[in-house]
């Protein structure tokens, strides 16, 4: 089964700083990772998603990721933080593997991020 | 193109009520997933409907249960309503011929809260 270890369910950095939130999985297929924000009140939103095409991903609001098959993991990174990039952040793994129509996702327990300014 | 919406936003029961909530999928979209989410236990998937037909089922009791209609929009309903029930439940939606990569679009959710 797939499962998802984000370690630190809490970070925090000054406006600047460099993000880094950690995300290891396990799966028994080549996985499908994700990243996902959620800010109060909200749905969840996809950062970014890792298919097998690159293993350095980049999604949206200037955040990537990469992904270490040795290491099994797949870390959020920003450069520079933004206050705006507080909220709580979630690592997924999907269902299945390659050509699997299971949409399934197993999210980690979330990594909330502050930024202090 | 219209966000995935979700009825009610919020809503307050208590134990023993019975609740059904609804979700309207991206247009196009023919699968629609639920989960629960709670302080204690995160994320959770509760199940997954496509054409009509549900495709995958989580670890939750019979009371829970869902069903899709032939435009693709979904309900959930949850009978016997106990205070663990208290979460915020989403739903989420994905394009048609769904496969594993495609990203999920969840809504904004329904907050209920079982007194």
């Known amino acids: 089964a797939q499962s998802v270890t984000q370690l630190g369910s809490h970070v925090s950095v000054s406006e600047g700083a460099l993000v880094l939130l950690r995300c290891n999985y396990s799966s028994s297929v080549p996985p499908y990772l994700f990243w996902y924000v959620q800010y109060p009140n909200q749905g969840l939103q996809l950062l970014l998603k890792?298919?097998?095409?690159?293993?350095l991903v980049k999604g949206i609001n200037g955040f990537e990721a990469e992904f270490k098959k040795s290491e099994t993991s797949f870390h959020l990174t920003k450069p520079s933080a933004h206050m705006s990039d507080a909220a709580e952040y979630f690592c997924?793994?999907?269902?299945?593997?390659?050509?699997?129509?299971?949409?399934?996702?197993?999210f980690g327990r979330g990594t909330q991020l502050t930024v202090w300014p | 193109k219209a966000g995935v919406t979700q009825t009610p936003r919020y809503l307050i029961k208590t134990r023993g009520q019975q609740v059904t909530l609804s979700c309207s999928p991206i247009?196009?979209?023919?699968?629609v997933s639920w989960y629960q989410q709670t302080p204690g236990q995160g994320l959770q998937f509760l199940f997954e409907?496509?054409?009509?037909?549900?495709?995958n089922k989580g670890n939750f009791p019979g009371r829970f249960s869902g069903r899709q209609f032939s435009n693709s929009r979904s309900e959930m309903n949850v009978s016997t309503l106990e205070l663990g029930d208290s979460a915020l439940y989403l739903c989420?939606?994905?394009?048609?011929?769904?496969?594993?990569?495609?990203?999920?679009?969840f809504g904004p959710g329904t907050r209920l809260t079982v007194l």
């Open positions: 409907y496509f054409s009509e037909t549900q495709r």
């Open positions: 989420a939606s994905s394009p048609e011929g769904t496969s594993s990569y495609n990203e999920q679009f």
């Open positions: 247009s196009g979209h023919r699968s």
């Open positions: 890792y298919t097998s095409a690159a293993t």
């Open positions: 997924a793994v999907s269902d299945g593997g390659r050509g699997s129509t299971l949409g399934r996702l197993y």
